[in-house]
């Protein structure tokens, strides 16, 4: 089990930059994947981007090129760098953690509460 708490949203104009932070309550080197959701109203929870517990990442279409993820196990915390911010980016941005811990149930889903991210015009 892990309790995730997401904090950096904000209000920001177009073409500017915002950073999540995703503080994990335990260590998170050993989870499989780490990752950010977002959520904007009337739309389902669509897929930002992952990074995995050997570095490796994965960006949705929409964001490739102006998102970052990073890992900082150190600090049990995993960051999104924003840059180059547009209005569709609006939505509530939720950290995400998928580990395996039971066998027999398959991966298990971790999730914060989510923080707000609007980006005006």
């Known amino acids: 089990q892990v309790q995730l708490e997401e904090s950096g949203g904000g209000l920001v104009q177009a073409g500017g930059s915002l950073r999540l932070s995703c503080v994990g309550s335990r260590n998170i080197v050993s989870i499989n994947n780490m990752g950010w959701y977002r959520q904007a109203p009337g739309n389902k929870r669509e897929f930002v981007a992952t990074v995995t517990s050997d570095g490796s990442t994965s960006y949705a279409d929409s964001v490739t090129g102006r998102f970052t993820i990073v890992r900082d196990n150190a600090r049990n915390t995993v960051y999104l760098q924003m840059d180059s911010l547009k209005p569709d980016d609006t939505a509530v941005y939720y950290c995400?953690?998928?580990?395996?811990?039971?066998?027999?149930?398959?991966?298990?889903?971790?999730w914060g509460r989510g923080t707000q991210v609007t980006v005006s015009s």
């Open positions: 995400n953690a998928r580990l395996r811990e039971a066998k027999w149930r398959g991966w298990d889903d971790y």
